[in-house]
């Protein structure tokens, strides 16, 4: 698992929500949220936008938007199919 993986699920760890709770959220499904705590995807621009909002205050730092660029599964295939 990467880094911004990793630093992602101490993130939602730190948050203390539920992943229906975190998935209302992001506007995703819970499943999605599952799939991004556990490596499996890396969120398109418009969750990985979200997830930056929800983390601007965190104490570990946000995890940008820009921080999932190279991740396996990311933005290029959300941008595709808009």
Known sequence: ???VCERHARFFRS????????????KCSRTMVSLILHGHR???????????RLSAN?????????DWVGEPG?????AKAA
Request: hydrophobic share 40%; no cysteine; net charge negative.
């Open 1 to 3: 698992m990467s880094t």
């Open 42 to 52: 890396s969120p398109g621009l418009r969750i990985a936008a979200s997830i930056e």
């Open 74 to 78: 990311g933005g290029e295939q959300e």
């Open 15 to 26: 948050t203390g929500w539920t992943t229906v709770e975190y998935a209302k959220r992001l």
């Open 58 to 66: 965190w104490s570990e730092g946000a995890i940008l938007a820009t």
